[in-house]
């Protein structure tokens, strides 16, 4: 199922509200917790997390208490079923703000661990990285401006993976067990 969330959003003049609020239930009912910052450990606040409403920010939710796990990537909206973000469960027991969300993005991939093999520079969205990229693998990268997602799959399906700005020298720095990219999407206020 492909993210129902918009890829990008508009704040107004002096907006800096940052708020998501998780709910046990579908449908945004049962118990539900406020938060707005980084949380290790949610499980403290909610047993589940079957739906979600992202008042402001862009958000990266983990499957496990201390940013592991999978992620779950979302943008403000409402979220009314877990798979409505992709997850493939109702358990998130960790979230924290993506910090690095506007201004230019630009992304370099590379087909071997530590920078070395060939190179792909990207500024763009890539729907199916094998159209600009030889390979479906990547080795390593360097996020040189924004925030971007990896996703296992073509199309911004599977598995996510957060970069943020800096370098990453083998694929497990960036939490995933294979070097497969199947697609990949910037982050961005507009």
Same mark, same amino acid.
């Given at each position: 199922?492909?993210?129902?969330?918009?890829?990008?959003?508009?704040? !107004?003049?002096?907006?800096?509200?940052?708020?998501?609020?998780?709910?046990?239930?579908?449908?945004?009912?049962?118990?539900?917790?406020? #938060?707005?910052?980084? /949380?290790?450990?949610? $499980?403290?606040?909610?047993?589940? =997390?079957?739906? @979600?409403?992202?008042?402001? %920010?862009?958000?990266?939710?983990?499957?496990?208490?201390?940013?592991?796990? +999978?992620?779950?990537?979302? !943008?403000?909206?409402? +979220?009314?079923?877990?798979?409505?973000?992709?997850?493939?469960?109702? #358990? @998130?027991?960790? #979230?924290?703000?993506?910090?690095?969300?506007?201004?230019?993005?630009?992304?370099?991939?590379?087909?071997?661990?530590?920078?070395? %093999?060939?190179?792909?520079?990207?500024?763009?969205?890539?729907? /199916?990285?094998?159209?600009?990229?030889?390979?479906?693998?990547? $080795?390593? =990268?360097?996020?040189?401006? %924004?925030?971007?997602?990896?996703?296992?799959?073509?199309?911004? #399906? !599977?598995?996510? +993976?957060?970069?943020?700005?800096?370098?990453?020298?083998?694929?497990?720095?960036?939490?995933?067990?294979?070097?497969?990219?199947?697609?990949?999407?910037?982050?961005?206020?507009?």
């Amino acid at each position: 199922m492909k993210p129902t969330f918009p890829m990008s959003y508009s704040t !107004g003049p002096g907006d800096s509200f940052l708020k998501i609020v998780f709910y046990e239930d579908r449908d945004f009912a049962g118990k539900s917790y406020d #938060c707005k910052g980084d /949380s290790a450990d949610l $499980q403290a606040f909610i047993h589940r =997390c079957n739906s @979600v409403k992202v008042e402001g %920010g862009w958000w990266v939710l983990y499957e496990r208490n201390n940013y592991t796990g +999978y992620q779950y990537v979302i !943008g403000p909206g409402e +979220y009314n079923d877990y798979q409505r973000w992709m997850g493939f469960n109702d #358990c @998130v027991r960790s #979230c924290r703000i993506i910090k690095n969300a506007k201004g230019p993005c630009k992304l370099r991939l590379y087909d071997r661990p530590n920078f070395s %093999g060939e190179s792909l520079e990207l500024t763009e969205n890539s729907k /199916s990285i094998q159209d600009k990229w030889v390979r479906q693998e990547v $080795q390593s =990268c360097k996020v040189l401006e %924004g925030s971007w997602i990896f996703y296992e799959h073509p199309n911004f #399906c !599977g598995r996510q +993976y957060l970069l943020e700005k800096g370098e990453y020298r083998h694929h497990s720095e960036w939490g995933a067990l294979k070097s497969v990219v199947g697609s990949i999407r910037r982050i961005m206020e507009l």
